[in-house]
């Protein structure tokens, strides 16, 4: 069964930052499309970020653009999203996922697998 453990999550202060992971476990994820999504109380889940596992592409929302970068630690089967610069409206659950589909998309639908989520709290 494939699992994926996020961790990083916390309390921060507007124009902090923080680092968080996400652990995967149960199958070896060399083919498959990475993403992170967040989810702020009374909102749809968004799209922040993806990484293709093998080529180390990545996409961006506009809204985290220049502040966040996600990548990937192949051997550890690991991915990352480094946030910095952050706004009280980053404020949400992070969520991992895993898509068997595709290397690279910002369609949730497309995912496969999600993570448990990490909380983020940014305050002003």
């Known amino acids: 069964q494939v699992q994926l453990v996020e961790s990083g999550g916390g309390l921060v202060q507007a124009g902090g930052s923080l680092r968080l992971s996400c652990a995967a476990s149960?199958?070896?994820?060399?083919?498959?499309?990475w993403g992170w999504f967040r989810q702020a109380p009374g909102k749809e889940r968004e799209f922040v970020a993806a990484i293709s596992w093998s080529g180390g592409s990545t996409y961006y929302a506009d809204s985290v653009k220049g502040r966040f970068t996600t990548s990937r630690a192949s051997a550890k089967n690991t991915v990352y999203l480094q946030m910095n610069s952050l706004k009280p409206e980053d404020t949400a659950v992070y969520y991992c996922?895993?898509?068997?589909?595709?290397?690279?998309?910002?369609?949730?639908?497309?995912?496969?697998?999600w993570g448990q989520g990490t909380q983020v709290t940014v305050s002003s």
């Open positions: 149960g199958r070896t994820f060399s083919s498959y499309g």
């Open positions: 996922a895993a898509s068997l589909k595709v290397g690279l998309t910002t369609n949730r639908g497309l995912y496969d697998y």
